[in-house]
C-alpha cells in the first residue's frame, strides 16, 4: 500500500517567517495531495490540496508544490502567525475509486511570537 | 466547522465491552470514511461506506465492524475492546465532484479511553 512520509515532525518558527513541510509517496498511482491542520482537541480540516495535473497550487499564505516524478510534495506557509501553531498533515489517494486517504505522521508547528 | 459530527465525543468503557460511534455526514455526501489516530499508528483508514455499501477495508479489526444506514449515517462498532482500543476516532464525508474528484471532510471526532 501507499506509504507517505513527512518531516519534520517538528518545526519552531519566529512569527512572520516561513515554515516547510515536506513529505515523499510510495505509490506512483497516487493522483491527489490534501494537506490538514489539526488543532487540539478538533478534527483535521482541509487547508489546501493539490492534483497531479499541477505543480503548484497558492491560497493566501499557504502554498503546496509536487513533483511527480520525484513524488514528493511540500507545504509552504508565509508570515506565520501564532493562529499557524498546530499538526499538520500530509496525505495521498490514488482516486478513480478508491479515495482512501494515507497520512504522514504529522508536523507539529509551534509559532513564537 | 465541516458539517460532520461524531457522537459521542467523549467515551470512556471498560477492557471487554462494546461501543458503537455515530457519524452523521455532511448534507448530500454519500460517501463516510472512518480513521482512527493513535499515537503510535497515526491517522489510519478503517472502512469506507458509499450510499449504503461497503466500498474499501483498510487496517480494521475484526471485533471492529460498521455500517451506513439510508438516511446515510454511519456506526462503527467496536467491541471485546483492549486497552490499545484507545484512540481518537474520525469521520470523514466526502462527495464525488466533476472528474472524479473527491473530498474529504472531517467530524471532530470521538475520544475513546478504554480502562
Known amino acids: 500500500g501507499e506509504n507517505v512520509e513527512q518531516h519534520p515532525s517538528t518545526l519552531s518558527v519566529q512569527e512572520g517567517d516561513s515554515a516547510v513541510i515536506k513529505c515523499t509517496y510510495s505509490d506512483s498511482a497516487s493522483n491527489y495531495f490534501p494537506w490538514y491542520k489539526q488543532e487540539l482537541g478538533k478534527g483535521p480540516q482541509l487547508i489546501i490540496d493539490?492534483?497531479?495535473?499541477?505543480g503548484e497550487k497558492k491560497d493566501q499564505r499557504i502554498a503546496v508544490t509536487l513533483n511527480k516524478t520525484a513524488k514528493h510534495f511540500s507545504l509552504h506557509i508565509t508570515e506565520t502567525q501564532p493562529e499557524d501553531s498546530a499538526v499538520y498533515f500530509c496525505a495521498a489517494s490514488k482516486g478513480s475509486n478508491d479515495y482512501k486517504l494515507s497520512f504522514g505522521a504529522g508536523t507539529t508547528v509551534t509559532v513564537r511570537a | 466547522d465541516s458539517g460532520v459530527t461524531q457522537t459521542p465525543k467523549h467515551l470512556i468503557t471498560a477492557t471487554g465491552q462494546r461501543v458503537t460511534l455515530r457519524c452523521s455526514p455532511r448534507s448530500g455526501d454519500l460517501s463516510v470514511y472512518w480513521y482512527q489516530q493513535s499515537l503510535d499508528q497515526g491517522l489510519q483508514f478503517l472502512i469506507q461506506?458509499?450510499?449504503?455499501?461497503?466500498?474499501a477495508k483498510g487496517n480494521i479489526l475484526e471485533r471492529f465492524s460498521a455500517q451506513q444506514f439510508p438516511d446515510l449515517h454511519s456506526e462503527l462498532n467496536l467491541s471485546s475492546l483492549e486497552l490499545g482500543d484507545s484512540a481518537l476516532y474520525f469521520c470523514?464525508?466526502?462527495?464525488?465532484?466533476?472528474?472524479?474528484?473527491?473530498?474529504?471532510?472531517f467530524g471532530p471526532g470521538t475520544r475513546l479511553l478504554v480502562l
Open positions: 461506506y458509499y450510499n449504503g455499501e461497503e466500498r
Open positions: 493539490i492534483r497531479s495535473n499541477v
Open positions: 470523514a464525508s466526502s462527495v464525488l465532484e466533476g472528474g472524479g474528484r473527491e473530498t474529504q471532510y
